[in-house]
């Protein structure tokens, strides 16, 4: 090969490295478009204006209201809980600190969500031998998710 056609080859190559850049572009600008309007069209400006992440729009009204929680036992140190809350940002993230800060082993979660509601419905095993009734349990995670900024 001569020296043009190298340099030849080595200019298609930039030229079609700088197509798949302009491509990737395109991509990113089109899914960021998708992201905002599924986030109701707030463009990030939520995220500027809280820059840790918590929502603390709820958290000074005195933290996340739970609707409804049921406790139904599986099997022994198996039980199913049933959490019925307004859908809020991180209301999720601290029923999850809260199973944990009580040693429960998720073992399984499902989320349903409907217009400005979430039924959660986790599978937890006790840690640590204990065999709890399930109102045991319910009176036990009520006492601590306050900690969590959850109330019922």
């Not at 190298?6 to 600008?29: F, G, H, N, S």
């Not at 998708?34 to 992440?53: A, F, S, Y």
């Not at 729009?57 to 307004?86: D, P, R, T």
Request: hydrophobic fraction near 40%.
């Amino acid at each position: 090969m001569d020296k043009a056609s190298i340099v030849a080859d080595a200019i298609d190559y930039v030229r079609d490295l700088q197509k798949q850049v302009e491509d990737l572009q395109k991509d990113i600008t089109t899914l960021q478009a998708k992201k905002d309007i599924t986030n109701g069209g707030l463009g990030g400006r939520e995220r500027d204006e809280n820059p840790g992440g918590v929502h603390r729009g709820s958290q000074e009204k005195g933290g996340h209201k739970i609707l409804a929680f049921e406790v139904i036992k599986m099997e022994e140190q198996m039980y199913h809980l049933w959490i019925h809350c307004k859908k809020e940002p991180g209301v999720l993230v601290q029923l999850t600190r809260a199973f944990e800060a009580l040693d429960l082993e998720i073992l399984n979660a499902n989320l349903t969500s409907v217009s400005d509601h979430i039924l959660n419905t986790v599978v937890v095993k006790v840690s640590g031998g204990h065999d709890l009734k399930s109102e045991q349990l319910r009176n036990l995670t009520l006492s601590v998710i306050p900690e969590f900024g959850l109330h019922l």
